[in-house]
């Protein structure tokens, strides 16, 4: 059910790629809330009592004041704008933001998402569909390095909502790449390593150790983040 205390941040959360991106702008704004942590590698994302939070079944959710924002970006978009901080409010500042942010919506997280699904948990090797995914990932990250090669923040002189969304699914970047990990992108790598070490990042990646949350990934995993394919021999990818 959606909460009834509206005094409070309510935050609908698993130590995934994209609630971690909000995480991080929680922890930027210094906002205080209540985490409602979602077992999505047990089905939780699927109780009937999450989806009247979000008809989607997905994380990251936010409840503001009887607001309910879901999609990780929208909410970066809704928190940012709200209090008037990591995202300019008009002008060219605002245009590369929203820009570089969009790239990471539309390229960067669903490639990495399927470039992880193919790579681990498909059910038969596709080699096809590897190379696809992948080639797409390093392409994307690719245009990121350039950027960062002419300016130390996405949207240029400013740290913003972009490079936390960025964050949150390069900082697992070596899931997809190896042992390399981001070492081909030196000006992503930089950046994400000084993101890291930013008192937000830092608690934000210790909430998933204050919570007992499912990690294997067994067939109650499979079943619970991509139900729709049972039958089909299909795995998926946590979001």
């Keep these: 059910m959606i909460p009834s205390n509206n005094d409070t941040l309510h935050f609908y959360f698993h130590p995934s790629p994209n609630p971690m991106?909000?995480?991080l702008l929680?922890?930027?704004l210094d906002l205080p809330f209540s985490l409602h942590p979602v077992d999505?590698?047990?089905g939780a994302q699927h109780d009937p009592a999450f989806l009247a939070v979000n008809p989607n079944g997905k994380v990251p959710?936010?409840?503001d004041d009887g607001v309910t924002v879901f999609d990780s970006h929208a909410i970066l978009l809704y928190l940012a704008d709200k209090h008037g901080r990591f995202l300019p409010a008009n002008g060219p500042g605002?245009?590369?933001t929203l820009s570089w942010l969009e790239?990471?919506?539309?390229g960067l997280s669903p490639f990495s998402g399927q470039a992880v699904h193919f790579l681990h948990y498909a059910p038969e090797a596709i080699a096809y569909a590897k190379n696809r995914y992948l080639k797409e990932v390093e392409r994307h990250y690719r245009v990121l390095d350039a950027r960062l090669a002419k300016a130390p923040f996405l949207a240029g002189a400013e740290y913003g909502i972009a490079d936390m969304a960025l964050w949150g699914w390069a900082r697992g970047a070596g899931y997809i790449f190896g042992d390399a990990g981001l070492s081909a992108y030196p000006n992503v790598q930089k950046l994400v390593a000084s993101i890291s070490?930013?008192?937000a990042a830092e608690k934000?990646?210790?909430l998933a150790d204050t919570l007992a949350l499912k990690t294997a990934v067994d067939d109650e995993t499979l079943r619970a983040l991509f139900p729709q394919n049972q039958g089909a021999g299909a795995a998926a990818t946590p979001r």
């Design 21 to 23: 991106k909000v995480a």
């Design 26 to 28: 929680l922890g930027e």
């Design 40 to 42: 999505i590698f047990k």
């Design 61 to 63: 959710v936010l409840v």
């Design 94 to 96: 605002r245009a590369a």
């Design 103 to 106: 790239l990471v919506a539309t």
């Design 197 to 199: 070490r930013r008192p």
């Design 204 to 206: 934000a990646a210790k």
